[in-house]
């Protein structure tokens, strides 16, 4: 059974850093697409930046381009968002998720719990 675990969130001020980290167990994740989703109160789970398994694509959300960075390492099953210049619109809570599908499909599969980021003004 796949298994999602972030880790990294927290309170951080207005212009700080966050290093958000995630690994993945339960099976053999070669091929498998990775990112980021958050969910701020009241609004949709919005995806906010994915990696293929060779990491020659990435996507991100036009709300976090140049401020954040997806990286992933495919022999520990990770994959990592670093977070500048953190903004208080970027406070939600953020899930990991991995799938094996097609490049651009919009359905995902496999989720984790979420950790929380809270940026103060």
């Known amino acids: 059974q796949v298994q999602l675990v972030e880790s990294g969130g927290g309170l951080v001020q207005a212009g700080g850093s966050l290093r958000l980290s995630c690994v993945a167990s339960?099976?053999?994740?070669?091929?498998?697409?990775m990112g980021w989703f958050r969910q701020a109160p009241g609004k949709e789970r919005e995806l906010v930046a994915a990696?293929?398994?060779?990491?020659?694509?990435?996507y991100y959300a036009d709300s976090v381009k140049g401020r954040f960075a997806i990286s992933r390492d495919n022999a520990n099953n990770m994959v990592y968002l670093q977070m500048n210049s953190l903004k208080p619109e970027d406070t939600a809570v953020y899930y990991c998720y991995a799938d094996i599908r097609k490049w651009g499909t919009t359905k995902y599969d496999y989720w984790g719990r979420g950790t929380q980021v809270t940026v103060s003004s």
């Open positions: 990696i293929s398994w060779s990491g020659g694509n990435t």
């Open positions: 339960g099976r053999t994740f070669r091929n498998y697409r």
